[in-house]
């Protein structure tokens, strides 16, 4: 169970509570509800950010985030208009202060940049193609001070950040058991089917 903290939950966490110094003054949105932006929410949640926006597209994470901390959901899938103008509505008008992509989709990041408020940090971790890139226009970028930023495995020390984890996960705040479903070894193509369709998190295989 603990295997993760060392990668992507280290890394959605941390980005949340080092890198972006969250407070319990932000707007945090999450786009991408796997592993990474799930462990994102969770630490939202820990340090009481008052509104957290889970944004993904498939039903049973946007109802796991909900269950970790979000106060909001956002699927993709059934946008009347753009996701810019349905986080600008939620946040009545200004958009999160701080916002996390854990898909690397450029459309996705762009409009993540875009609803960011002015003042606030857009934060990637998802990882894009190796020739994807990301067009900015430069003078609306410069005036609205908003930071596009990356982060090396959420700004943290491992050795440092990885006991504080576990600390949270046995105190009940940070329920990584929900991110885990055990499989028998045998349905393993069921478990990689699973992970893969985005209805389990972090498969788990179990040899009897």
């Given at each position: 169970?603990?295997?993760?903290?060392?990668?992507?939950?280290?890394?959605?966490?941390?980005?949340i509570t080092k890198?972006?110094?969250?407070?319990?003054?932000?707007t945090v949105a999450v786009i991408?509800?796997?592993g990474v932006g799930l462990a994102a929410v969770m630490a939202a949640k820990i340090?009481?950010?008052?509104?957290?926006?889970?944004?993904?597209?498939?039903?049973?994470r946007l109802d796991l985030?909900?269950?970790?901390?979000?106060?909001?959901?956002?699927?993709?899938?059934?946008?009347t208009n753009t996701l810019t103008e349905g986080i600008r509505k939620l946040t009545g008008g200004p958009g999160s202060t701080i916002t996390v992509?854990?898909?690397?989709?450029?459309?996705?990041?762009?409009?993540?940049?875009?609803?960011?408020?002015?003042?606030?940090?857009?934060?990637?971790?998802g990882v894009a193609p190796m020739d994807a890139s990301l067009d900015l226009p430069i003078v609306p970028h410069m005036?609205?001070?908003?930071?596009l930023l990356g982060s090396m495995e959420g700004g943290v020390y491992p050795e440092d950040y990885i006991p504080q984890l576990i600390q949270w996960y046995h105190e009940g705040r940070f329920p990584l058991g929900k991110l885990i479903k055990t499989y028998d070894v045998k349905d393993f193509e069921l478990a990689v089917k699973d992970m893969e369709d985005g209805t389990t998190i972090k498969p788990i295989l179990i040899w009897s």
């Open positions: 169970m603990l295997a993760p903290l060392g990668c992507g939950i280290q890394t959605g966490a941390g980005t890198l972006a110094a969250a407070t319990q003054d932000d991408g509800l796997g340090i009481g950010c008052r509104t957290v926006i889970g944004i993904d597209r498939v039903p049973s985030a909900q269950s970790l901390g979000a106060t909001h959901t956002v699927n993709t899938a059934n946008i992509d854990a898909t690397g989709v450029v459309p996705l990041i762009k409009q993540g940049l875009e609803f960011t408020a002015n003042q606030g940090k857009m934060i990637l971790l005036v609205s001070g908003k930071q």
